[in-house]
């Protein structure tokens, strides 16, 4: 059965780096696009940046230019490289599968609806 795991999290100061990682085990469709979404508690889980088979990558404008989101295929891997993080980007961070609607939404379809664990994020001032 597929499945996602996470890892990487971990507490850095403001300004500092982290980098997620995110192995699926299992078969995926080939139409679901990579993507990390963070969720913190009270609010609603959102989409940070997301990769598609063909490549193209979309961002969060609050993490444009901060962070950067790649996939090793033959690792079957995830990456996301978190630069200059802020106290704001304090969350729990998930690996998840989407797909683009013909609108351009990034969402769950039943073929791409599959999470991981989720890993904490956590920055300080």
């Known amino acids: 059965q597929e499945h996602l795991v996470e890892s990487g999290g971990g507490s850095v100061q403001a300004g500092g780096s982290l980098k997620l990682s995110c192995v699926a085990y299992g078969p995926i469709s080939t139409t679901c696009g990579m993507a990390w979404y963070r969720q913190v508690p009270g609010n609603e889980r959102e989409l940070v940046s997301i990769?598609?088979?063909?490549?193209?990558?979309a961002y969060a404008d609050s993490v444009k230019g901060r962070f950067t989101i790649s996939e090793d295929y033959a690792k079957r891997t995830l990456y996301l490289q978190m630069n200059s993080l802020r106290t704001e980007d304090t969350a729990v961070y998930y690996c998840?599968?989407?797909?683009?609607?013909?609108?351009?939404?990034?969402?769950?379809?039943?073929?791409?609806?599959?999470w991981g664990q989720g890993t904490q994020v956590t920055v300080s001032s």
């Open positions: 998840a599968t989407a797909v683009k609607t013909v609108r351009g939404a990034y969402v769950q379809s039943p073929e791409c609806n599959h």
């Open positions: 990769i598609m088979l063909d490549g193209t990558t």
